[in-house]
């Protein structure tokens, strides 16, 4: 199975930038190699659904953002450290959430949580204003 671990979060203030890390491991030995999965962040803020935040490819080679993080967010990977990040900058406090980094069980993924098998525990993120 995998794990992931998100870190990162914290109180910060708006306007201030945060980079998010997570790092993916496989427990057991499996078939389909880590790092030809695509990976995502999502959001959650009290009260809400969890929504879509970024995705990216497992070549790094393409991404994808909801619209409301579009050119304050990017998301990138290293996959030779099995780990992803969302850089995040310009943050307002409707960007506070606890975010959680996904896992998809295939080299692309969409917005959609059913791309997503393997989920982190999240950290929390708090934009004062």
């Known amino acids: 199975q995998v794990q992931l671990v998100e870190s990162g979060g914290r109180l910060v203030q708006a306007g201030d930038s945060l980079r998010l890390s997570c790092v993916a491991s496989v427990r057991t030995t499996s078939s389909i190699v880590l790092g030809r999965r695509a990976m995502g962040w999502f959001r959650q803020a009290p009260e809400k659904e969890r929504e879509f935040v970024a995705a990216?490819?497992?070549?790094?080679?393409?991404?994808t953002y909801t619209d409301s993080v579009k050119g304050r967010f990017t998301i990138s990977r290293d996959n030779a450290k099995n780990t992803v990040y969302l850089q995040m900058n310009s943050l307002k406090p409707e960007d506070t959430a606890v975010y959680y980094c996904?896992?998809?069980?295939?080299?692309?993924?969409?917005?959609?949580?059913?791309?997503?098998?393997?989920w982190g525990q999240g950290t929390q993120v708090t934009v004062s204003s």
């Open positions: 990216i490819t497992w070549s790094g080679g393409s991404t």
């Open positions: 996904a896992a998809a069980s295939q080299s692309t993924a969409g917005p959609s949580r059913d791309y997503y098998p393997y």
